[in-house]
Every structure is written in C-alpha cells, then in structure tokens.
C-alpha cells in the first residue's frame, strides 16, 4: 500500500528525508471546510442566516471538490489510496491501544474510517438545509420543493446531522492528537506545510498550487459577490440579503391602513382578525377610522384574501399556527409567535427614540413595508447596543 510506512517511529529522525503528503487543494479544502464549520454553528441566530448559508453553500462546493479530487488528485487524496476494511481499522485500533500503532504517511485506517462519514455527513447536512431553506424560507435553489412544516422537519434533521458531524469532528480532533503523541510527530503542522518526515523512497505529491490559487480565486469572488451588499449599503438604505416573492399589494389600503402607523400586512393576522377589526373601526384602539363604506367593501377582501392563513410567508405560517383557535386577536403583537419572537428584546430597546414602540417594525425590519420579515432582514438601529438583547 502506497501510504503506509511500517517503520518504528524511532526510526524517523531528523536526517529523514521530508515528503509532500499533503498538496494544496487538500490543505486548503481541509481549513476552509473547518472554518465553514466553525462559521456555522457561530451563525445559528436567523439574523446571520445568509453568512450561515454561505458557509453551506461553500462547505458544499468544497466537498464536491474533494470527492472529485479523490479520484484525480494526488496520490495520498486518492480514496483508493485510503480505502480500508473494518479489519485493517480494527487492527490498527488495536495497535492504537498498544500504543504502538502503524505509521501510515497518508490517512491511517480509523482516520480514513472518519474521513469518509464527514464527507458523507457533511454531505447530508448541505442537502437538508438546502431543503429546509427551500421549504421553511422559501429561498435557494430547492426554494419551493417542500412546504413549511416539511422544511422545518428538514431544519431538524439537519440539526441533528450536524450535532453528530460536530461529535465527529471531535472524535478526528483526539485521533489526531492521539497518533501526534504516539508518533511524536505534529500531524497539525503537517496539514499546514503538507510535509511529513519519512524514508527516503516515499511518494511525494506535487503542490498542485495552480489549482490551489483558482480555488482561491474562486473562494474569494464568490464571498465577493454574496456579500457586496454590505459593501455598498448606507445607513438609510440598508442591504437586506433574502428577498421572498412580492407579497400582495393594495394602494387603498396602503393609504387608509398606512395613514397612522405602518401599514402591517394582512399575512400578519388570520381573517378573523381583519373582519373583526373591520367591524369595529369605529373604536380602532381609541381611534375612529371614519372609513366610508365604499372604502371597506375594497380593504376588507384584501385583508380577508391575503390573510394568514395563505401562509405567503414563513411568519405569516408560523403566526397563524401559533394562535388558539378560539382567539381573536387584534394585534400582531399579542400574538404567541410575535411575543415568543421578541421576548429577549429589553425594555431599554422598546424604549429607545428610534424605537418607541413595539408597532413600529420598521425600526428593526428592514422589509416591514412589503411585510415579508425575512429572517436576515432584522437590523437593529445601529447606536443599539447588540447587549440591549438579553439571552
Ligand atoms: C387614525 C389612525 C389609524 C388608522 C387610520 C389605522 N390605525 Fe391601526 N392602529 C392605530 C393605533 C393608535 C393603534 C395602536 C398602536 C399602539 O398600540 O401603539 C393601531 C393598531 C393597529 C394594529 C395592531 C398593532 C399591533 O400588533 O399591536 C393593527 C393590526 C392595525 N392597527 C391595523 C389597521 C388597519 C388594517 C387599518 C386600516 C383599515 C388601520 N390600522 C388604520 C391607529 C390607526
Ligand atoms: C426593537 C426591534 C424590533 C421591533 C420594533 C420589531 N421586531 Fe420583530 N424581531 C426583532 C428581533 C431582534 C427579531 C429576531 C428574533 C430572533 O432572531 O429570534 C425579530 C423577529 C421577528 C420575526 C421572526 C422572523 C425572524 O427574523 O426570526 C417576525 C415575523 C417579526 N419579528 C415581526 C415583527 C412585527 C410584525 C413587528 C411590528 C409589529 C416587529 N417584528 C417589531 C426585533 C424587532
């Protein structure tokens, strides 16, 4: 076998002659996928979502690289070149256990063992969130495959599939460390140079630093491209990276219902609730709408056509839902999922001159007038502390 080394460690000493294992597309592959890994789980909050789905979408783009690289790439990238059975893992856990395990130059058989269910895992974790952000957003390439309730059945699942991604990359993290003290070697510092000692006769693999500075490159233009807009954008005109489909629009209702206060899109509250506010527009909150008649007879079927329950949105599926059959609620802000949605928010911030109120969406959603309130189109005011949210 190509990668293994049966030589006592003892024998590797300094005068031994240094091999390149490790080329650079592997090099790089293995700290920009860690790195996505880490960005991940730091960008669980729906604020972060799009860098969160950025390092998806690249933890994708790079795992697809390393299966193609596994047949075309260097020697010790090679997935023949790492293919082991249950027996050579087991006999060299056993080694292991004897403290005296097999040097192997390239992966040794339990680290291929790992190496291959992260890729699979990983793998995993990029389709269900892709079809999680398809079906509870509505967004991506697979936007629209599944329904609501299906994506964030898929959320959960990807959920899951990346706590036992997590639990695998800890168990990597002590084989490494592990054959790094048995064979006091730094296979760390290996993965960073590429190099490790060995006999003089071992395979050595070319840099590839061609391919390495194109996948660079294109790490670099597409980080670009995504993320332009928070290059571009100003205080007034902030950048809202998710935009949903257009909701329903009414220019009627726009001026009568925008008149005092936001015009808050009827995806916001059931038709139970726009017919009974409609009803009592002669005590709105304290306030008489005096609307003629005409003017109901346009709003009303607008209110009651686009209301919650056509789930146009991923809040208007989850308002809707989280709403007691039996209430009729006449504010959004009453609502169990707005509530739940927003009880870390301090008081400090409600009361805050920006702020002032809790219907004034707009000081914190960026797409409050077309009434999609994506996830990532939360934006605080900007002399808000980030600590005025209390976990
Ligand atoms: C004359 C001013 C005025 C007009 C016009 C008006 N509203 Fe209101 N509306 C209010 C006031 C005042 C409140 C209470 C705001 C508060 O609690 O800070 C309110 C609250 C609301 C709320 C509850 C907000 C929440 O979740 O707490 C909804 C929903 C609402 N209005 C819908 C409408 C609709 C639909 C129309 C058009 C038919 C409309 N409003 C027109 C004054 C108005
Ligand atoms: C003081 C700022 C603030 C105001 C005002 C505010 N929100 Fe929010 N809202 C937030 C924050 C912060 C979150 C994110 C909570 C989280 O990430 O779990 C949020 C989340 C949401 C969500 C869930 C989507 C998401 O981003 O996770 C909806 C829907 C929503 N708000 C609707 C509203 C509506 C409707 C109003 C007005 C009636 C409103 N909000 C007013 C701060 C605000």
Redesign the pocket.
């Known amino acids: 076998m190509l990668n293994q080394m049966t030589q006592p460690p003892e024998n590797f000493s300094k005068q031994e002659s240094k091999v390149r294992v490790w080329d650079i597309p592997v090099r790089l592959f293995h700290w920009t996928l860690a790195s996505c890994f880490i960005v991940a789980w730091l960008t669980l ?3 972060y979502l799009d860098i969160h789905v950025f390092a998806g979408y690249l933890m994708g783009g790079l795992i697809l690289f390393r299966l193609l690289w596994g047949f075309i790439g260097s020697p010790y990238a090679r997935f023949r070149n790492f293919t082991f059975s249950r027996l050579e893992v087991w006999d060299y856990l056993k080694g292991v256990l004897h403290r005296h395990p097999p040097r192997f130059l390239g992966h040794n058989p339990a680290g291929s063992w790992a190496i291959h269910l992260l890729l699979g895992i990983g793998l995993s974790i990029i389709i269900s969130g892709l079809l999680g952000f398809g079906g509870e957003e509505q967004q991506g390439p697979l936007a629209g495959w599944l329904n609501y309730p299906q994506g964030e059945l898929m959320l959960e699942f990807h959920e899951w599939l990346s706590w036992l991604m997590l639990v695998m990359v800890i168990i990597h993290l002590m084989g490494v460390l592990v054959e790094s003290l048995l064979h006091q070697e730094n296979l760390v510092a290996a993965m960073l140079t590429g190099f490790k000692p060995s006999a003089v006769d071992a395979v050595s693999s070319a840099s590839h630093w061609k391919i390495g500075s194109a996948m660079l490159a294109i790490i670099i233009t597409v980080s670009l491209f995504w993320f332009q807009g928070y290059l571009t954008e100003t205080p007034e005109k902030r950048y809202q990276p998710f935009y949903g489909s257009a909701l329903p629009d009414n220019l009627l209702w726009r001026e009568e219902c925008g008149a005092c206060h ?1 015009a ?1 899109h009827p995806s ?1 509250l059931p038709t139970r609730s726009w017919k009974a506010m409609m009803e009592g527009q002669v005590s709105h909150f304290g306030e008489d709408l005096f609307l003629e008649q005409n003017i109901v007879k346009e709003i009303e079927p607008f209110l009651v056509k686009n209301a919650a329950e056509q789930e146009a949105t ?2 208007a599926w ?2 809707n839902r989280s709403i007691p059959k039996a209430e009729t609620l006449l504010r ?2 009453e609502t169990p ?2 509530i739940k ?2 009880q ?2 301090s008081d400090a ?2 009361g ?1 001159p920006k ?1 002032n ?9 960026i797409d ?1 007038e077309v009434g999609t ?6 934006h ?1 005011p900007d002399d ?1 502390e980030a600590t005025a ?1 209390t976990e």
């Open positions: 909050d729906n604020r936001l808050f916001l991923e809040a989850k308002i959004i802000t999922y707005w949605k927003h870390k928010i911030v409600w805050h702020v109120s809790k219907v004034n969406c707009a000081a914190c959603h409050a309130f994506e996830d990532a189109a939360m605080l808000i949210i």
